[in-house]
């Protein structure tokens, strides 16, 4: 049992005035914490702290040599507790434990220690020649109070991916995760405290829609980082349009992974295939869920890939040899399931999987799945599943295969496999999407920006480019 009662704010852990959340496993529904909701009344305790440490405490005047220590002493302080957190983060999110060490945690270090390398050499000022005679210094100022709100599916990841960037451009933040997955979040009250960030720099704020929304419309909020669902992030955007307010997006995904006709079929392609849309029990919002196989050697290819989707081990996510869990509730279950039963019913084939895994009455488990025969104008291949549902679907060639992946109102991530680099590197170029892999599944670089076309979302996260949204430029003429 892992409870946190209140707000994490200034410093401290202090009461809330919403009700109790109860955080239960999605593999067996036991109860594993409780959180407390933050009410708007607390929202604005914990903006006001965030406020007062941005304008009048120690992080104002920091350097950014002494930021990039305090994001390296957090990642330190991370990673010492690896076992712990991917034991919390596997227990409520069903990530399976084998994979939660590099998908939740390593991932979560790479992005604060590539952020840390950066910082010292990030050009917050410099001067230049004014077109006009003379010069103008340009400064590069941080943007204030940063409201940040994140998903269940990767906590510590997509949290790492807005704190980062926020705490080397001199922000403060808070930040209010997923009432589905606020365990792992709250527990890194500690690791701020370890770290030395002074009180009020990041402040945590668990809750749902309500809590969410008075953190959108606070007025002492200057820019929200939002990773989650299209269907919200519109609303979010709305809302920080009325008020003219910055806002970054991260948002849904309908990733193609294409294979081109002279791919080699061996064990790193099929393996990178499963890999792509089944991490996470699928539960990635940059999941390469829609395979795009050329039509000469479609069966070729299909067969091995649903060969290995049949095989892999469903189970308690905690087990060492489990390589699916349970998707995040029961509602996430009943969705997906229908979604490919409809399918199905659309003309499409369940070469793996297809029904609901037998000996698994408790829990929200879905069996990975394969669908050939698909149509990229069937719904199962327009709407993002979230779950272990891959779509393969035929090309002709490789203007046709570039033609199928962009033909989405998606455009997070996607890949490209071929025995030819160079020719895999022309094929990404003209793909819609913010990054695209070449024989691998990985969708991002720590280091680089990752981030949608499209309805995936507006702006951009890690490298440079992550800093630079956290940041406000101001030209003094001379």
């Known amino acids: 049992m892992y409870e946190y009662e209140g707000m994490y704010v200034s410093g401290k852990w202090s009461p809330t005035s919403g009700p109790e959340i109860e955080v239960r496993s999605p593999a067996d529904g036991e109860l594993l914490g409780r959180v407390s909701e933050a009410t708007a009344a607390d929202v604005d305790v914990a903006v006001e ?27 330190d302080a991370i990673e010492s507790r690896t076992k712990v957190f991917a034991d919390v983060v596997s227990a409520e999110v069903g990530s399976p434990r084998k994979w ?43 943007v204030g109070v940063v409201g940040a709100i994140v998903p269940w599916n990767a906590p510590l990841f997509t949290a790492a991916l807005k704190m980062a960037p926020a705490l080397a451009a001199g922000c403060t933040i808070v930040l209010k995760p997923s009432p589905d997955a606020p365990l792992g979040l709250s527990m890194l009250s500690q690791c701020i405290e370890e770290a030395g960030i002074p009180p009020g720099v990041i402040n945590i704020v668990s809750g749902g829609v309500e809590t969410g929304v008075a953190l959108v419309a606070h007025p002492g909020v200057d820019k929200i980082s939002f990773t989650g669902s299209t269907g919200a992030g519109k609303q979010i955007g709305a809302a920080c349009a009325q008020d003219v307010r910055r806002v970054t997006l991260e948002l849904g995904g309908k990733s193609a992974a294409v294979v081109l006709d002279d791919v080699v079929v061996d064990s790193t392609l099929i393996k990178g295939l499963v890999t792509g849309v089944m991490a996470n029990n699928g539960q990635i919002c940059a999941a390469q869920t829609r395979i795009l196989l050329p039509r000469s050697r479609y069966d070729e290819i299909l067969e091995p890939f649903a060969a290995a989707v049949a095989a892999m081990r469903i189970g308690d996510p905690a087990e060492r040899d489990t390589e699916v869990g349970p998707v995040i509730n029961v509602a996430s279950r009943d969705r997906i399931e229908t979604a490919v039963a409809a399918a199905i019913e659309a003309g499409a084939r369940a070469v793996a999987g297809g029904s609901r895994p037998e000996g698994f009455d408790e829990g929200s488990y879905v069996s990975p799945t394969v669908l050939a025969d698909v149509d990229n104008d069937m719904a199962i291949a327009r709407d993002e599943l979230f779950g272990p549902v891959a779509v393969v679907i035929a090309y002709n060639d490789d203007d046709d295969a570039v033609a199928v992946a962009n033909d989405s ?59 630079a949204a956290y940041l406000e430029s101001q030209s003094i003429i001379l």
């Open 49 to 75: 702290a965030a406020r007062a440490a941005l304008e009048r405490g120690p992080w104002s005047r920091s350097t950014p040599a002494e930021r990039a220590a305090a994001i390296t002493a957090l990642a």
């Open 409 to 467: 109102e998606y455009g997070l991530a996607g890949a490209v496999w071929s025995a030819d680099p160079e020719r895999a590197t022309r094929v990404a170029t003209r793909m819609q999407t913010g990054s695209v892999s070449i024989n691998s599944p990985a969708p991002l670089d720590f280091g680089s920006p990752f981030g949608g076309f499209k309805k995936s979302g507006i702006g951009r996260e890690g490298g440079p480019e992550g800093i």
């Open 100 to 142: 939660t060490t590099f998908g939740q945690l390593a991932t979560t270090l790479g992005v604060y220690r590539s952020c840390a390398a950066i910082v010292p050499d990030y050009e917050f000022e410099a001067k230049r020649p004014s077109v006009m005679g003379g010069e103008v210094v340009v400064r590069r100022l941080p």
